[in-house]
């Protein structure tokens, strides 16, 4: 296994420094969840980033947990301060998404795609289905205050195998390691994927998911594939992935015409 040095609150905070970010950086050693410790906490006047080492409720979108042993990956919530009312942020997980793949691409992890609404795949070699295993996820809470719109920005990535988790849960994970020659520490994996997010949320909030809908598109392991989708209403809908909306809906066409869905979990492709 990979090692993975120790979190540094200075050491990312003077990183995110030196490429113009300036950020209120806490890291914790364990907590339930960074998201909801950033939510209980007063804004800042400036971007605030709180990272952990160990999360003992770590969760992921729908209430699910989200699994990783202390030391095995990069787990982080970013408050961003957004104008206007929430309508605003219709589709902000799919252009964090674009961003964190980006960075992941450029830092040489190979085989990192998309999966709607806001997951993160890599390849394997025994893949687990179309796109590839789960490497990372993305959980966005939002609050109002005033004139502002408030993000607290959740992201889970996998940097090392642990063992045992693919049998407790039954389906493949990837991790950063499998991929990244020579892997990055986490303090320099914090610095590149912040830096850039902090970027791409400045874009999405003047020109929204548009500026980031067509490379989102060519980053979805299932465009183009046949998919069944269930929906939070309990539907279960079918058919070939043909990108997403303006709005963020992904979008599936069938006999019956082409559908945006804006809630859902994606599923084992339909049968031609």
Do not use: Y
Not at 48 to 71: C, D, F, K, V
């Amino acid at each position: 296994m990979t090692k993975i040095d120790t979190l540094d609150a200075a050491t990312i905070a003077g990183g995110l420094a030196a490429r113009g970010e300036a950020m209120d950086v806490k890291v914790l050693e364990r907590c339930a969840s960074t998201n909801s410790e950033l939510l209980a906490r007063e804004r800042t006047a400036i971007p605030a980033l709180m990272i952990a080492n160990e999360q003992t409720a770590g969760r992921g979108r729908r209430g699910r947990r989200w699994h990783a042993s202390p030391g095995t990956a990069l787990m982080f919530s970013l408050r961003w301060e957004f104008e206007g009312d929430a309508g605003r942020l219709r589709g902000l997980s799919l252009a964090v998404g674009v961003s964190i793949a980006r960075t992941l691409r450029e830092l040489g992890a190979h085989g990192v795609a998309l999966k709607w609404p806001n997951d993160l795949l890599a390849s394997v070699v025994d893949s687990s289905g179309p796109g590839g295993a789960k490497l990372g996820g993305i959980l966005i809470e939002t609050r109002s205050g005033g004139a502002l719109l408030s993000a607290v920005i959740g992201v889970g990535l996998n940097c090392v195998r642990t063992a045992g988790l693919e049998e407790r849960l039954k389906r493949k994970v990837a991790a950063l390691e499998d991929s990244m020659e020579p892997m990055p520490s986490r303090n320099e994996l914090a610095v590149r994927v912040v830096a850039e997010l902090a970027g791409a949320l400045r874009v999405f909030g003047i020109a929204g998911l548009e500026a980031f809908r067509a490379e989102w598109e060519a980053l979805h392991a299932h465009q183009g594939v046949r998919l069944k989708v269930r929906t939070n209403d309990g539907r279960v809908i079918s058919g070939v992935a043909r990108g997403i909306a303006a709005d963020g809906g992904l979008l599936l066409r069938n006999r019956r015409g082409l559908h945006s869905i804006h809630s859902g979990t994606v599923m084992r492709g339909a049968a031609p």
